[in-house]
């Protein structure tokens, strides 16, 4: 449901991007001016401002990123990520969300993560989805019914999980193309991709792309299946010649640590045409699960420093979603930025958490946000003062064995039902091991941003 001001943003928006075709860089702080018209809340007149001083910096990461963005991505694809991604998503969606929050006491997410299948045709060593029914989908109807209630909350943004989410290709075209005021996502292993389809996504512009790689060759064909690196190579260069919009999704554990962040991999990433990187670190999901993968605290150190030095240099947008919990106060999940919904139609706080109290087709969007599971997360958030010890899983197992107990919550893994109990077992030690080691970066981090308080007041 379009919104005056969400109206009159996408014709300002659309009129800026006409005009920054003719020379982008140089006509970056016109469309500023016309951006910062549209904003209200303060924390985003502050990214404008920490915007304005990278366009006046040629020799920066970040210009050289945004250089790259109307460089290498098709006119739709450009149109649609300031339009859905930076206007609906933020400047739209956010206070929507922050309005049905007070109005109907629960968590409301930014985005949605939904499995429109849990068929797949790879089997990757410690798949968060490996337990789940690999006949399970979610029908068009259901996954345009949760879109629809979704947007009423002011959610813009949609990604796609499984499974192997490309196993439904035509239906998620179809679903960004009912839904053209939206952003979507779809995480891949990329070996589903051909001409026709990239060619499409370019044509389209509101769907990209986050495609799963361990490393180089030896290392992701350890994990996902010999011959498949050549496949997602081959699946980059289609998505580049056509504009749009990618990146990768790593997933870092014992064995590649060393290998995925450094300069030389994201250098040939970022000249495989990816604009965005998220990192995760291995969970130990399910009975079977290989624990010996999960990352040491030397590691995750080593992590944590190292995505933060490379994000000064490097022109692409990289993430690591448990060191960067300082960011966003801890864990994001159980519905306080994001939801899972899997391909049978539970509602789950989060994709490593396989415990839910409903299932989306006997309930609304906004029901099962206020679910009892959900309702736990909403009391117990953020779970450790320390956020970079963010996770109730990995890094504090009481908590989710806790919240489990307390909502009452089943096993969503129909093939391998694992009790809280067994889950937390693998991860107690982890945990303990960690703790000490993140309370010293989290130390770290408290006193430099006290620094940068004093130095900026005494300016």
């Known amino acids: 449901m379009a919104s005056v001001k969400q109206l009159i ?3 300002v928006m659309n009129e800026g991007l006409k005009y920054m075709e003719k020379n982008p860089m140089e006509n970056m702080p016109k469309l500023l001016d016309w951006g910062e018209k549209l904003i209200t809340r303060e924390n985003h007149k502050g990214f404008l401002r920490k915007f304005r001083e990278v366009v006046d910096d040629p020799s920066c990461n970040w210009y050289q990123l945004i250089e790259r963005y109307f460089d290498e991505l098709s ?13 609906n998503s933020g400047i739209v969606g956010i206070p929507i969300q922050d309005k049905m929050k007070k109005k109907y006491n629960c968590n409301v997410p930014w985005a949605i993560l939904i499995d429109p299948t849990s068929a797949c045709n790879l089997k990757c060593t410690g798949c968060w989805a490996a337990e789940y029914d690999k006949t399970d989908s979610l029908s068009y109807d259901l996954l345009d019914r949760v879109i629809r209630e979704g947007k009423e909350l002011g959610i813009y943004m949609y990604i796609f999980s499984g499974g192997e989410p490309l196993v439904r290709k035509n239906d998620l075209i179809k679903l960004a193309e009912e839904h053209s005021d939206c952003s979507f996502l779809s995480f891949t292993n990329a070996t589903l991709v051909d001409e026709g389809f990239a060619k499409k996504l370019g044509e389209l512009g509101n769907f990209g792309l986050a495609i799963s790689v361990e490393g180089f060759e030896e290392a992701t064909d350890m994990r996902r299946g010999e011959g498949t690196y050549k496949k997602v190579m081959e699946a980059m260069d289609l998505l ?3 504009g749009v919009i990618f990146g990768f999704s790593t997933c870092y554990h014992r064995y590649n640590t060393d290998s995925v962040a450094t300069e030389e991999y994201l250098d040939f990433l970022i000249d495989k045409g990816c604009m965005f990187g998220w990192y995760f670190t291995y969970m130990p999901i399910g009975k079977d ?8 605290p030397e590691q995750r150190k080593y992590m944590y420093h190292q995505i933060r030095d490379l994000r000064l240099k490097k022109p692409i947008f990289i993430l690591d979603f448990w060191n960067d919990g300082e960011y966003v106060d801890g864990c ?8 899972h919904i899997n391909a049978s139609g539970d509602v789950e706080p989060c994709a490593f958490v396989h415990y839910s109290n409903v299932n989306i087709k006997d309930v609304s969007l906004i029901e099962a946000l206020q679910s009892p599971l959900f309702m736990q997360y909403k009391q117990n958030q953020p779970f450790n003062h320390n956020h970079l010890r963010p996770c109730p899983v990995l890094d504090n197992p009481e908590k989710i064995k806790d919240m489990v107990e307390k909502s009452g919550a089943h096993s969503t893994q129909p093939i391998d039902r694992e009790d809280v109990e067994d889950l937390t077992a693998k991860t107690i030690e982890p945990a303990k091991n960690w703790a000490p080691v993140a309370d010293e970066l989290w130390k770290e981090t408290l006193e430099r941003k006290e620094k940068k308080l004093a130095e900026a007041t005494d300016k």
């Open 9 to 11: 943003s996408t014709k």
């Open 240 to 242: 580049k010649k056509e």
């Open 289 to 296: 699960a290989v624990t010996d993968l999960i990352a040491t």
């Open 332 to 339: 994001i999940a159980g519905g306080r930025r994001y939801l």
């Open 75 to 87: 006119p739709a694809a450009r149109q649609k990520f300031m339009i859905n991604y930076m206007v």
